[in-house]
C-alpha cells in the first residue's frame, strides 16, 4: 500500500467504549498529525509528532490518548467519548514538521459515539 | 488572529464556469497558503500552494491569487468540471502556527 492508510474505516462505540484509531504512513516521514473533521467547523489539529515525539497537544481533553511507537504508525486511543465526539478523524503526515510542507491525509475514521 | 475565515460555505457553478472561493487572515506571521481538495470518503489534498512572495500562481486551471496588504487570498476554478465538485479548504501556515484551516467550501459544478 502507499500513502497514508487509517483503520476502521468507521466506528460506532458507546460513551463507556475503549477503542484506538490506527494510522499507518508508507511515505518516509518524519511527522505525523491527527486531526478532527466536524461539519461546518475548521480541521481541528489534535496532535503533533514529529520523530515519535508529541510536539503538540492542543488542549485536547484526556479521553483522546495518542501512541506513536515508530515514526510510520500512530494511534489515537479512546476512551469514555462523549457523543460530541462524533466526527471525523483525519490522521496526516509530512516530511518535517515546518509550516510549508505538505501534508498528506488519510481517508479519516467516521466515529459515531452513542 | 488565529482563525482563517472562509467564504462562500457552498457554492454552484454551472460547467464551463469560474469558481472562486475566497480566504482572509489576521496573522501576519502566516507565510504559506495551500488549498485542499476533499472528495467524500478521502481526505484532503493539496492542490496548490502559494508563498507571499508572489501575487499569483497557476497550475492548469487553478489560479491562487493573493493580496497581501488586505491579508486575503482566493482559488479561481476556470472551466469548472463536474469533477471539480467536491470540498475546498484554504488554509494558512507559518510561525508558531501550523496548518490553520478554514471552514470548508463544497463546490457544486452542474453538468
Known amino acids: 500500500e502507499t500513502g497514508v492508510t487509517q483503520t476502521p474505516r468507521h466506528l460506532v462505540m458507546g460513551m463507556t467504549n475503549k477503542k484506538s484509531l490506527k494510522c499507518e504512513q508508507h511515505l518516509g516521514h518524519n511527522a505525523m498529525y491527527w486531526y478532527k473533521q466536524s461539519a461546518k467547523k475548521p480541521l481541528e489539529l489534535m496532535f503533533v509528532y514529529n520523530f515519535k515525539e508529541q510536539t503538540e497537544n492542543n488542549s485536547v481533553p484526556s479521553r483522546f490518548s495518542p501512541e506513536c511507537p515508530n515514526s510510520s504508525h500512530l494511534f489515537l486511543h479512546l476512551h469514555t467519548l462523549q457523543p460530541e465526539d462524533s466526527a471525523l478523524y483525519l490522521c496526516a503526515s509530512s516530511q518535517e514538521f515546518v509550516s510549508f510542507d505538505t501534508q498528506y491525509f488519510g481517508p479519516g475514521t467516521r466515529l459515531t459515539v452513542l | 488572529q488565529q482563525q482563517v475565515k472562509q467564504s462562500p460555505q457552498s457554492l454552484i457553478v454551472q460547467k464551463g464556469g469560474i469558481s472562486i472561493i475566497n480566504c482572509a487572515y489576521e496573522n501576519t506571521a502566516f507565510d504559506y497558503f495551500p488549498w485542499y481538495q476533499q472528495f467524500p470518503g478521502k481526505g484532503p489534498a493539496l492542490l496548490i500552494a502559494?508563498?507571499?512572495?508572489?501575487s499569483e500562481k497557476k497550475e492548469g486551471r487553478f489560479t491562487i491569487s493573493f493580496n497581501k496588504s488586505a491579508k486575503q487570498f482566493s482559488l479561481h476554478i476556470m472551466d469548472s468540471q463536474p469533477g471539480d465538485s467536491a470540498t475546498y479548504f484554504c488554509a494558512a501556515s507559518g510561525g508558531t502556527y501550523k496548518y490553520i484551516f478554514g471552514t470548508g467550501t463544497r463546490l457544486k459544478v452542474l453538468a
Open positions: 502559494i508563498r507571499p512572495d508572489v
